[in-house]
């Protein structure tokens, strides 16, 4: 069975966090991008096409809610599953407010985040199925076939 | 202190009745010795705030006396009184504790407002010592609650701080495991032992990732977790597990229902501390054998709760404070004074209200709103 790897863009400041998780993605045959900050995160994201952010709530600069308000500004299809180290279930909960796929909290269990990768990118290329449908139909009635 | 006597104590017979009689004449509870070894044995016995002794007596005279009182209760005052021609054995008194002295001839009403005065400082001391005592209670509890307050921000702190580097360790250990499961690395040796190690590791992480989460916990505040919550169910398992207080004092609750079974959304757990606290209150409030009333009704999309109690009540001005933190009526150590501070930040968690009403006399009602937390759709 071939699996198409996910695009996922992991942004976290902690530096070994990011290697270590990617390489392990990486070696799971997922397509991992990596971003120390917010700022990193944005500029990849407009030369990249992502499917899944995974993102750090808490970072120094533009924290996480910040990046994800972002995020959703310029690219609102790509879902973002955010992780906290902290006890701020209620930040997560208010981002996924925002537009957040979901949350989870650090250490994660790699199963579940396979999991929630997994329905992330689903709900994406749902979206973006509905999305060509709506189009083609557009495109149809404009050129007066129905 | 109020049934506290005066002991007036002097070998000279005529004296010291003419003394006693003329202070009972003026209303003041008089003992009476005529030397100091019986005064001390009636000492042992009765309760006696002030004595008046004569200095110079035959056996133990006024200054040994005043020593020995003054070792056995220091809280007792001692007037003494000199001969004309002795003033300096009183000066020598006040040296050894003494309050005062006064000077035969003695003139009554002087040694009556000595009296006074020596039961004004001895009750000036005891409300110094209550209140150094109540200073003390509330300095305990402070840093009871501040030690609690720093344990939740550095549990807070060390949990973050451990979450970090054990999210690495986990996600290293995962890639290891992942490389050792690939076609690659089948046939290498001692791979057992590397899947052995590694799964100890695994397990330890989730082990240590318990303990920090929990730690999460502790130092949050409560989320309200909001399911059905049915009143009366709840308010029928805290009088069963009230049941030992009210057979104690043989108290009933009558529950009166206005409605049928109310169900609302709100967090059980939380209204379940709050009926607890409100309910123990009532029976402690209570005269034994009396009946504490429940009635619920069902207005306002929540419920309506009323407890009454026939118990003494609460004086007016001591009503506005009793949602205060620390204050309570009890002794220091039997109640914290939070009891009701801490269930109304409950409540008003809950987006509720709570008030209370009371007569003197007559008993205590508390109000409790309880909306129903559900977002209409």
Redesign the interface.
């Known amino acids: 069975m071939i699996t198409i790897p996910i695009n996922i863009l992991l942004v976290d400041d902690?530096k070994?966090?990011v290697e270590?998780?990617s390489?392990?993605l990486t070696?799971?045959k997922e397509s991992v991008f990596s971003a120390s900050n917010g700022k990193e995160c944005l500029e990849i994201i407009e030369k990249n096409s992502i499917d899944v952010i995974i993102l750090d709530l808490k970072m120094p600069g533009m924290d996480g809610i910040q990046t994800l308000k972002e995020i959703k500004a310029r690219s609102p299809l790509i879902e973002v599953i955010m992780l906290t180290?902290?006890?701020t279930?209620?930040t997560a909960v208010d981002g996924m407010k925002l537009g957040a796929f979901d949350y989870l909290?650090?250490?994660?269990d790699?199963d579940i985040l396979m999991q929630k990768l997994d329905a992330a990118r689903k709900r994406k290329e749902d979206q973006e199925e509905r999305i060509r449908q709506a189009e083609a139909k557009l495109l149809l009635r404009r050129s007066g076939v129905i | 202190m109020e049934d506290s006597k005066l002991l007036i104590v002097d070998d000279e017979e005529n004296f010291r009745n003419a003394i006693v009689r003329r202070l009972k004449k003026r209303g003041q509870a008089v003992i009476e010795a005529d030397c100091a070894e019986s005064a001390l044995s009636i000492m042992a016995n009765d309760s006696i705030d002030v004595v008046v002794s004569d200095i110079k007596m035959p056996g133990m005279d006024g200054l040994r006396f005043l020593k020995q009182i003054k070792s056995r209760y220091p809280a007792c005052e001692v007037i003494l009184i000199t001969g004309h021609a002795s003033a300096t054995d009183g000066v020598s008194g006040i040296k050894e504790g003494a309050f005062d002295y006064l000077t035969k001839p003695i003139a009554l009403d002087h040694l009556i407002n000595k009296i006074n005065h020596a039961r004004e400082k001895i009750n000036r001391k005891i409300a110094e010592e209550k209140d150094a005592i109540f200073k003390e209670s509330i300095r305990q509890k402070m840093i009871a609650t501040e030690r609690l307050a720093s344990l939740g921000t550095l549990s807070a702190g060390v949990a973050h701080e451990i979450n970090n580097p054990l999210a690495i360790i986990n996600e290293a250990c995962g890639w290891m495991k992942t490389i050792l499961a690939s076609d690659k690395m089948k046939d290498i040796p001692r791979k057992n032992d590397l899947d052995k190690a590694l799964s100890k590791i695994e397990n330890s992480i989730v082990r240590v990732r318990n303990i920090t989460h929990h730690l999460l916990q502790f130092s949050r505040k409560p989320d309200n977790i909001i399911s059905d919550v049915n009143i009366n169910q709840l308010i029928n398992e805290t009088i069963q597990f009230l049941n030992k207080e009210m057979t104690s004092k043989n108290i009933q609750i009558l529950v009166k229902n206005k409605t049928n079974a109310i169900v609302i959304g709100s967090d059980p757990a939380q209204i379940r501390q709050v009926l607890l606290n409100v309910m123990t209150n009532a029976i402690h409030a209570s005269y034994p054998d009396e009946t504490i009333e429940i009635c619920i009704s069902n207005q306002n999309k929540g419920v309506y709760l009323d407890i009454k109690d026939k118990g003494e009540g609460i004086p007016p001005e001591n009503l506005d404070k009793v949602f205060e933190p620390f204050f309570t009526t009890k002794a220091p150590g039997e109640g914290t004074g939070l009891g009701l501070f801490v269930i109304k930040g409950i409540i008003e968690n809950l987006k509720g209200k709570i008030s209370l009403t009371s007569q003197l006399g007559q008993g205590s009602q508390c109000s409790i709103f309880f909306p129903c937390l559900y977002q209409k759709e």
Do not use: I, S, T
């Not at chain 1, 909290?105 to 994660?108: G, I, N, V, W």
């Open positions: 902690e070994d966090f270590m998780l390489l392990r070696e799971n180290g902290h006890g279930a209620e909290l650090k250490p994660c790699f």
